[in-house]
């Protein structure tokens, strides 16, 4: 018999594994075919706005002291997520190319596969950023296997190495910057945080007077694991599988990149001089307190937390209040459909920047030098 306090715990982890539900829809999706395909976007989108609207902020946090020992619900959501979605991934590739050619059309199955990618972009991108910030090397490898099956395994290099260190600075590729539209970072960051996670690796290796083709690279690794994940990708659906993988892996990565463009919009960190800045504090992240959306993307919402306390697991992570952090006005899914029209986008968040500016950085009188993408140099 399940003690009771165990089973409280599982209770309360419940709601977070609400994802493994992704998984009957795009099974379903891909045997009824018709309008079922666009069930996944529908869902992951436009569902969870509603219910962020329904059920409202949860701004309860849980005592960050907790031991790891009671946090097992919530660490097995990340680590079982890993085989489900490399099953669902190869299935639905094998079955739309197979068995369900017959019936699926071309359009059905692109439609089909951008959903397949809203998943691994929304759950799988997610899950492996839970799982590259803890110590545990079989998770991280576990991140880096989610990683691999977008084609995205530098990410794990930039986030932890460059962003984490220069967040809300020039030296950040992933903080977009005041007046930026996401259709101009986007390409940007593509490239840049690719060359930055590479650069940094390298640099870690020189530390140590190694070069950057000593097999402590992690790249090795990387390219290594993509290319498994290609070669499953023939193996399971021939050339027509591949076109279907590389397509949801390109949707998978513009979903995190919405994301990362939402989550430090505009925000910047106070130049110290000579190159310093200051610690990265709450208030430079935007915090969201929805609820239904941060149970599907287990807390990433409680983005000031993280980047104030990088090593707490999600169910610990906290919320904090206007006075503390910036808050976004609506949950991610709704903010990253807002951030692909521009004009809207600005409409929405750029006075709360300079109501941000104004709260927290009183004593700079000029923000010019901020208000471009091309010149966002610190004052």
Do not use: C
Request: hydrophobic share 45%.
């Amino acid at each position: 018999m399940i003690p009771s306090s165990r089973v409280a715990r599982l209770h309360r982890a419940l709601p977070f594994w609400l994802s493994l539900l992704l998984v009957p829809v795009a099974v379903a999706g891909a045997v009824i075919g018709g309008w079922s395909v666009l069930l996944l976007p529908v869902v992951t989108w436009y569902l969870f706005s509603i219910l962020d609207a329904l059920l409202g902020l949860y701004t309860e946090n849980a005592d960050p002291e907790t031991p790891e020992h009671q946090l097992s619900w919530y660490k097995a959501i990340t680590v079982i997520w890993v085989p489900v979605q490399f099953g669902l991934l190869y299935w639905m590739i094998w079955y739309v190319t197979g068995p369900g050619d017959a019936h699926l059309s071309a359009l059905e199955t692109i439609v089909l596969f951008f959903g397949v990618g809203a998943i691994t972009g929304t759950v799988g991108i997610n899950y492996s950023h839970e799982l590259m910030h803890r110590r545990n090397r079989v998770e991280r490898f576990l991140g880096d296997v989610l990683l691999a099956m977008v084609l995205y395994s530098h990410f794990r290099s930039e986030h932890l190495q460059v962003h984490h260190r220069h967040v809300g600075t020039p030296g950040d590729p992933v903080t977009a910057r005041y007046n930026e539209g996401f259709h101009r970072f986007f390409p940007r960051v593509l490239k840049q945080s690719l060359v930055s996670a590479f650069r940094a690796e390298t640099a870690m290796l020189a530390r140590k007077g190694r070069p950057w083709h000593d097999s402590a690279n992690p790249f090795f690794r990387y390219w290594a694991l993509q290319a498994i994940m290609l070669g499953l990708a023939v193996l399971a659906g021939g050339w027509i599988g591949l076109g279907l993988f590389l397509w949801q892996a390109i949707v998978a990565i513009w979903q995190l990149e919405l994301v990362n463009y939402i989550e430090h919009y505009g925000l910047t960190r106070a130049h110290l001089g000579g190159g310093k800045y200051e610690h990265v504090k709450p208030r430079h992240s935007w915090n969201a307190a929805h609820r239904a959306s941060n149970w599907l993307l287990i807390n990433l919402q409680r983005h000031s937390d993280h980047h104030y306390k990088p090593d707490r697991r999600f169910p610990l992570l906290q919320t904090y209040t206007e006075a503390e952090a910036p808050q976004l006005p609506y949950g991610y899914p709704l903010m990253t459909m807002a951030a692909m029209v521009p004009p809207l986008w600005r409409r929405v968040m750029n006075s709360r920047v300079r109501r941000w500016r104004r709260r927290y950085y009183p004593e700079v009188a000029d923000w010019t030098p901020y208000n471009t993408a091309s010149n966002p140099q610190p004052r």
